[in-house]
């Protein structure tokens, strides 16, 4: 039975290999969705954590995504005054509170995301943070720390020099970050004096980030805090389910447009099979004649079909783990403030999910060509093909 299914698939090879491919496009879409959900998740949990900080204080009237943007290097419009910092150190419960002033230079083509930092207070809450060279002290206004991926850019070494047009200042590298996997990468860190001075904003920062002693009282320090007048609290798992409700809404309409891929698919499939039954009346009657019951067609048609939706699943499977690549690239140039690498990992739930779905597909899309082939009469099937 096997090699007369293979027969009757490669008979008409054009229309084998469309329909293969009309099921791997939507599969590969489908498949791509669920990995992207799972790997973006997975990525930006990960970049928070990177944060080292339960939660940030920003500027009351910023939305959650202001987090998301402190984490991404994107500007919040608004500003606390350090006084405000004060206040929070002096809350018992808080272990760190160190201030944050974000900023941008934008120079040419060239966008440099500067970063001001107290050093002292931001190395506890980055302790994995590791540099090639030294950290600057936080009365050195003219050194300057890296990223990774800048040193790598712009083939950089401790002792080398930036220079910053818009200002008009040199910079002295006396350390360069070894690679962290997040958006520090990309960072330039000064210190926060100096960041105030060159953006004239003298005692102001762009957020506090703060790390709790005990994490059974984070909501004790919240309350408290949000007793400050200019400050509004957002946890890390805040900014989290804010984005994810955001990419959620995204991937709404996106998966309707996969249901109706996978759908027009699925009438690829039919289409095909029933013009494979028409095509074989005089086969399928002779089969009955010498024998062949309505189990024997069932089958015969149930596995031609199921070969079908197999072999397009299995392809979008592959399209996905072979394009994971593109997909990232694609997806972080629509999604502002991506996580800097998504993970596209294999996931043999996600796999199973879709050869079950295929599956599924494989028994909806035989029923109407199965019923039609057990119901042609063999006599006058025959008798009709010779005509």
Not at 56 to 79: D, F, M, N, R
Not at 230 to 256: C, E, K, R
Not at 329 to 340: E, Q, R, V, Y
Request: hydrophobic share 50%; charged share 25%.
């Amino acid at each position: 039975m096997f090699i007369l299914i293979i027969k009757n698939l490669l008979r008409r090879k054009i229309r084998t290999l469309l329909t293969i491919f009309g099921i791997a496009i939507a599969i590969f879409l489908l498949f791509s969705l669920l990995t992207f959900n799972q790997g973006y998740k997975n990525s930006l949990v990960k970049e928070l954590d990177l944060l080292g900080v339960h939660m940030l204080a920003v500027p009351k009237g910023c939305p959650y995504e202001a987090a998301s943007l402190i984490v991404h290097g994107g500007i919040i419009p608004k500003y606390l005054k350090e006084e405000d910092l004060e206040i929070v150190k002096k809350i018992p419960e808080v272990e760190i509170a160190t201030p944050i002033f974000l900023a941008q230079l934008v120079e040419d083509d060239r966008i440099s995301i500067i970063y001001g930092i107290d050093i002292e207070s931001y190395q506890k809450v980055k302790k994995y943070w590791k540099v090639k060279g030294r950290f600057f002290e936080n009365n050195e206004n003219d050194k300057i720390v890296i990223g990774s991926d800048i040193a790598f850019q712009e083939k950089l070494t401790v002792g080398d020099e930036v220079y910053f047009k818009k200002i008009d200042k040199v910079y002295q590298v006396v350390g360069i970050l070894e690679y962290t996997g997040g958006q520090d990468d990309g960072f330039y860190f000064l210190p926060l004096k100096e960041v105030q001075r060159i953006f004239n904003k003298e005692k102001q920062i762009t957020a506090i980030g703060i790390k709790v002693k005990d994490l059974e009282k984070v909501d004790e320090v919240i309350r408290k805090l949000e007793e400050i007048p200019d400050l509004q609290i957002v946890t890390m798992t805040q900014v989290l389910g804010t984005i994810l409700n955001l990419i959620g809404q995204a991937n709404s309409l996106i998966f309707t447009i996969i249901i109706l891929a996978l759908f027009i698919s699925s009438l690829g499939v039919i289409n095909t099979m029933l013009i494979s039954v028409f095509e074989r009346r005089r086969e399928i009657g002779l089969l009955k004649v010498i024998g062949a019951n309505n189990w024997d067609i069932i089958k015969l048609l149930f596995l031609e079909t199921l070969i079908l939706i197999i072999l397009g699943a299995l392809l979008g499977i592959v399209l996905t783990i072979s394009g994971n690549k593109f997909i990232e690239t694609f997806i972080k140039g629509i999604i502002i403030h991506s996580p800097k690498k998504i993970e596209f990992n294999f996931d043999w739930k996600i796999a199973t999910t879709i050869f079950l779905y295929s599956l599924t597909i494989a028994i909806l899309a035989s029923i109407y060509p199965i019923f039609k082939a057990i119901n042609l009469r063999p006599m006058e099937t025959i008798r009709s093909s010779d005509e």
